[in-house]
Nanobody, 119 residues
């Protein structure tokens, strides 16, 4: 089991950028999939982006071309670079760590960081 701590959220105007960070208490090198999800008020949690241990990425349709996920195994940190932000990107963003097979203590979730985009 690992602990995930998100940071980098805040208030930004539409069109602006933010970079979120997810620091993991353990090594992420062997974790199959690291990801970012978000949950807006009154809505279900949705996929933002994932990155595998091999570096393959996947993005939700609403963020393709604007957001970039990356991982630094040496720092045990996953990043989400968010550009061209829109008011509809406003949500709590959660970091996630998971394996493709059941592993005790996984999936692991962070506490979330609030991103607010003003129009």
């Amino acid at each position: 089991q690992v602990q995930l701590v998100e940071s980098g959220g805040g208030l930004v105007q539409a069109g602006g950028s933010l970079r979120l960070s997810c620091a993991c208490s353990g090594s992420i090198a062997s974790i199959n999939v690291m990801g970012w999800y978000r949950q807006a008020l009154g809505k279900q949690r949705e996929l933002v982006a994932t990155i595998t241990s091999g570096g393959s990425t996947n993005y939700g349709d609403s963020v393709k071309g604007r957001f970039t996920i990356s991982r630094d195994n040496a720092k045990n940190t996953v990043y989400l670079q968010m550009n061209s932000l829109k008011p509809e990107d406003t949500a709590v963003y959660y970091c996630n760590a998971d394996y493709r097979v059941p592993v005790f203590g996984f999936p692991s979730w962070g506490q979330g960081t609030q991103v607010t985009v003003s129009s």
